[in-house]
């Protein structure tokens, strides 16, 4: 047995996954630490369902998960890993007639942290998403990319150390955007972050490390600013432009590789 060099990330060994007789997940296997590791692959190439198996929400039908050193294979495992779990699906429901306080407050305590630890939790999570000033508000009464931020304040306020977020910037403008960013890198700084996204940009700007997917593997594995993203002249990208550039050029070439 290989030993993990983040034994208290996220560690996921040869995972596979199937909807009835159709293979999605093949041989999934990589292992990651604190900091933004950005996920990308094509519609359909499987990333939402591998963090659905990763957030223990789906049961593998192979292989095996590590989240924060719990191994989810057993009942016990699988109940520690939610706790340092924080989990953003790409549909999220909150509560409308709420207030965004109790919205968040809910999300700690039924993530298991102490009730004593609450309050403290809500107003740091709803400082980190700049959306304390409103914390009496309903969340119903947020735009969306407010509600964004409210959700990611939700998946993060009992303070995981592996946090998965799928699409956090779909449908929110540049500025928004540049805000969400900003805190992913922020919680990346304490913690273990897979961001699935389709947006280059987010990886180029925000992401220390990169995985690529195609057809339901791992096709690419590497730092953003490896040599291998500059592609096969080998030039490493120096600031963001080219390095959007160069990841959109390696992402294409991967997934043409099939
Ligand atoms: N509940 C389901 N039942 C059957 N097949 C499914 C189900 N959910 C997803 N699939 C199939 O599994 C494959 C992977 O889907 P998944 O949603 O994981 O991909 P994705 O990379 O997240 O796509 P997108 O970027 O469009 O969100 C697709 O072929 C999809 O049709």
């Known amino acids: 047995m290989t030993v993990s060099p983040f034994p208290n990330g996220l560690v996921c060994s040869d995972v596979s996954f199937r909807y009835g007789r159709t293979r999605v997940l093949h041989n999934v296997s990589f292992a990651i630490g604190r900091g933004v590791t950005g996920l990308l692959g094509a519609n359909g190439a499987g990333k939402t369902t591998l963090l659905n198996v990763l957030s223990t929400l789906k049961r593998p039908h192979g292989g095996t998960v590590s989240v924060a050193g719990h191994d989810v294979s057993t009942a016990q495992g699988r109940e520690d890993a939610r706790l340092s779990l924080g989990y953003l699906p790409q549909r999220f429901e909150l509560?409308?007639?709420?207030?965004?306080?109790?919205?968040?407050?809910?999300?700690?305590?039924?993530?298991?942290?102490?009730?004593?630890?609450?309050?403290?939790?809500?107003?740091?999570?709803?400082?980190?998403?700049?959306?304390?000033?409103?914390?009496?508000?309903?969340?119903?009464?947020?735009?969306?990319?407010?509600?964004?931020?409210?959700?990611?304040?939700?998946?993060?306020?009992?303070?995981?150390?592996?946090?998965?977020?799928?699409?956090?910037?779909?449908?929110?403008?540049?500025?928004?955007?540049?805000?969400?960013?900003?805190?992913?890198?922020?919680?990346?700084?304490?913690?273990?972050?897979?961001?699935?996204?389709?947006?280059?940009?987010?990886?180029?700007?925000?992401?220390?490390?990169?995985?690529?997917?195609?057809?339901?593997?791992?096709?690419?594995?590497?730092?953003?600013?490896?040599?291998?993203?500059?592609?096969?002249?080998?030039?490493?990208?120096?600031?963001?432009?080219?390095?959007?550039?160069a990841i959109e050029e390696l992402f294409l070439r991967v997934s043409a590789r099939g």
């Open 95 to 245: 509560m409308g007639f709420s207030s965004l306080e109790d919205n968040v407050a809910y999300s700690a305590w039924s993530h298991g942290l102490p009730e004593r630890l609450v309050p403290r939790a809500v107003d740091d999570a709803l400082a980190a998403v700049d959306l304390l000033d409103r914390r009496a508000m309903r969340a119903r009464q947020l735009s969306g990319g407010q509600r964004q931020r409210l959700a990611i304040a939700c998946a993060v306020a009992h303070r995981p150390e592996v946090i998965l977020l799928d699409e956090p910037t779909a449908g929110v403008d540049p500025m928004q955007r540049a805000n969400i960013r900003e805190l992913v890198t922020r919680l990346g700084a304490q913690a273990t972050v897979l961001l699935s996204t389709h947006i280059i940009d987010d990886v180029s700007r925000g992401a220390d490390r990169l995985l690529i997917m195609v057809g339901g593997r791992i096709a690419f594995a590497g730092d953003v600013t490896d040599r291998s993203v500059g592609g096969p002249d080998g030039n490493v990208p120096v600031n963001d432009e080219d390095r959007t550039r």
